[in-house]
């Protein structure tokens, strides 16, 4: 059942951080579809033995599929490959950079109205004024861009406007403040005394999907991966499965 709920939420996530289009949690997405694939295969072939193979075979003629898309269109190759390349260029993309800033503005804000925070969906508009703090950090740079009518390219000023700070979990402290918080650490707090409480009903399965709802909320401290709704949805599904079927295998 464990190993079913992981897969049913795998594709949730998927989905999700898809539709999002946020390259930091496809990252962790594409790692924990590895982690589900291995585990998985080991335990087809353990059980089933060479009838178990058709498992990871699957998966291995979908990759085969991709694979043979990207040769037979080398554009979508060179384009994924251009993509990645600036998001790891902090010169082409500068919220690398950005989020030390970010950290830096949450921090002055968080001191400013640490109990009450400065309201929710506030980010976008409230950092404004405490960004002039921090003059070294440039929103504004010279680009060459394509222009949408002759398809030629053209210098212009391009001016970064965040309208979430990518970094959720500082973010959140901003909008809802300390009193804000106790409500979801409340219920994360007692749904991990529930899972410490079952200590013995914990398998591979369910530690499997806790590992992935850490891996998540870890990731939150680079991305605003909990500004997806659905990818905030399928997380608290996620965490409170995994413990409500340890404790289901406590009690049998």
């Not at 579809?33 to 699957?58: D, E, H, N, Q």
């Not at 918080?181 to 991990?192: N, R, T, Y």
Request: charged fraction near 15%; hydrophobic fraction near 55%.
């Amino acid at each position: 059942g464990a190993w079913l709920l992981y897969l049913g939420m795998a594709f949730l996530t998927t989905f999700s951080v898809l539709m999002a289009q946020a390259r930091g949690a496809i990252g962790f997405i594409v790692l924990l579809w590895f982690t589900f694939i291995i585990i998985c295969s080991v335990y087809f072939v353990w059980r089933f033995g060479l009838k178990g193979f058709a498992f990871p075979g699957v998966f291995a003629a979908i990759a085969a599929t991709i694979l043979v898309a990207f040769i037979v269109n080398p554009v979508v190759f060179e384009r994924q490959k251009e993509e990645w390349i600036r998001t790891f260029n902090t010169v082409e993309n500068p919220e690398l950079e950005a989020r030390y800033y970010m950290m830096q503005i949450a921090a002055d804000m968080i001191a400013d109205k640490p109990w009450y925070g400065h309201g929710a969906g506030s980010w976008r508009y409230t950092h404004l004024p405490y960004l002039k703090k921090y003059p070294e950090f440039k929103t504004e740079y010279v680009r060459w861009l394509p222009n949408p009518f002759t398809g030629k390219k053209e210098r212009r000023k391009v001016t970064l406007w965040f309208e979430n700070a990518h970094v959720d979990l500082m973010e959140y402290v901003v909008e809802w403040g300390i009193i804000g918080c106790l409500f979801p650490l409340i219920a994360g707090f007692w749904l991990l005394y529930r899972g410490i409480r079952a200590h013995s009903g914990w398998d591979m399965g369910t530690l499997l999907m806790l590992m992935t709802a850490l891996v998540v909320f870890l990731g939150a401290i680079v991305e605003f991966h909990f500004r997806i709704p659905l990818v905030l949805m399928a997380w608290c599904l996620l965490f409170t499965l995994s413990v409500k079927t340890a404790e289901l295998n406590a009690h049998n």
